[in-house]
Each structure stands twice: as structure tokens, then as C-alpha cells.
């Protein structure tokens, strides 16, 4: 990683944590509202973080995105 890309990271380290955490929080929020292994249609999964988390704690998943490369990253 060039040194331009890595000091972005270190000047933004707390930025991103506190993102991750937020992030989770809603997830955890919106898991609980629904039935164990309700299914799930998650538009935009990105690499599938949360895809993962939800297939995980037994729901039904259906990860998508508009992104081919995103969508095999998820897989």
C-alpha cells in the first residue's frame, strides 16, 4: 500500500471504528425485529459484511448488487 493511501487510513482510524460499530448497531436492531430465519433481501451487499453476519444467525439471505465485481467479492 503506497504511503499516501496508508496515512488516509491513520488519520481516519477512529472515523471508520466508530462507522463499523453504527453499522452494526442497525443491523443488530433490524435483526431483531424479525422472525429467526425470516428472509432476507439485501439490495446493494457490497463485499457482504452483512450478508455473512445475517446467514450467520440463520436467516435466509439473498445478497445482490449492481456491482458484478462487488457481488463475486461477496461470494
Known amino acids: 500500500m503506497d504511503e ?4 488516509f487510513y491513520r488519520s481516519n482510524a477512529e ?6 460499530i453504527a453499522a452494526h448497531t442497525r443491523l443488530t ?11 432476507i433481501l439485501e439490495l ?5 459484511a452483512a450478508s455473512a453476519e445475517m446467514l450467520a444467525k ?10 458484478p465485481e462487488m457481488a463475486r467479492e461477496a461470494s
Open 4 to 7: 499516501e493511501t496508508l496515512q
Open 15 to 20: 472515523a471508520y471504528a466508530r462507522r463499523e
Open 29 to 39: 436492531r433490524f435483526l431483531a425485529l424479525l422472525p429467526p430465519g425470516a428472509a
Open 44 to 48: 446493494g451487499c457490497g463485499a457482504g
Open 58 to 67: 440463520g436467516f435466509d439471505v439473498r445478497p445482490t448488487d449492481g456491482s
